[in-house]
């Protein structure tokens, strides 16, 4: 979905959520009725819409027929994935990479679908968590490979810029299955090559 257009089925919440925002701003002691205010709560319910579309996806739709019979046994990794979200407990964004790997057990993934798949899960109201755990969930359930496993790296504008405001913290998460997480020598190689310089 296009941040700046709205489906026909999605107008309605559309607008109410516009009506909402108007709500909102009238709240913060602010006038909506001003210049730079007035498309304000459009905007705002249109982003919010975009920002969690990913309620409306399916993994079986997302992935399609991008799912291809292989007997590569070695390591497949992307990394450096972006990653935007929202935490659910401020509505406020956190953001910064996630690195997913996996061996194949006679089936592979088109590459451009694993960060889809981020985005699937990333485009709903989250904690880090949780997400880093639904990744490798429906990468296990696509593929049911020898071993997976997802480590993301994000920092939360929760923390940053409210609360105990530390803009420095970066929180790691990582989820391991099959050989990443009963053999060392496959999880380690899977940490070292996400480590490796990017020159």
């Given at each position: ?6 489906q026909a089925e999605?107008?309605?919440?559309a607008d109410?959520?516009t ?9 913060l ?11 304000t709560?459009e ?5 919010m ?5 990913g ?25 450096d ?8 407990h ?9 690195h997913v790997g ?18 699937m899960f990333?485009r709903?109201l989250?904690?880090q ?5 639904e ?5 296990n359930?696509?593929l ?5 496993g ?10 940053m810029m409210?609360g ?10 990582s989820?391991m299955?099959g ?9 380690m190689?899977f940490?070292d ?6 020159n």
């Amino acid at each position: 979905m296009d941040i700046d257009s709205i489906q026909a089925e999605d107008q309605g919440r559309a607008d109410k959520l516009t009506e909402q925002y108007h709500g909102i701003l009238q709240s913060l002691g602010e006038n909506p009725s001003r210049e730079g205010l007035l498309k304000t709560p459009e905007r705002a319910a249109k982003a919010m819409l975009f920002l969690n579309s990913g309620y409306k996806m399916k993994l079986g739709d997302l992935v399609n027929d991008a799912v291809f019979s292989d007997v590569n046994q070695g390591m497949v990794i992307i990394r450096d994935i972006e990653v935007y979200s929202l935490c659910e407990h401020h509505l406020l964004p956190f953001f910064g990479q996630v690195h997913v790997g996996y061996i194949p057990d006679s089936k592979i993934i088109g590459i451009s679908k694993i960060p889809r798949i981020v985005d699937m899960f990333a485009r709903r109201l989250q904690v880090q968590e949780r997400l880093t755990e639904e990744i490798l969930g429906a990468l296990n359930q696509v593929l049911s490979p020898v071993g997976a496993g997802v480590v993301m790296q994000c920092k939360h504008m929760c923390m940053m810029m409210r609360g105990v405001e530390k803009q420095n913290s970066v929180m790691f998460t990582s989820s391991m299955s099959g050989t990443f997480l009963t053999d060392r020598a496959t999880r380690m190689e899977f940490l070292d090559l996400i480590r490796t310089s990017k020159n």
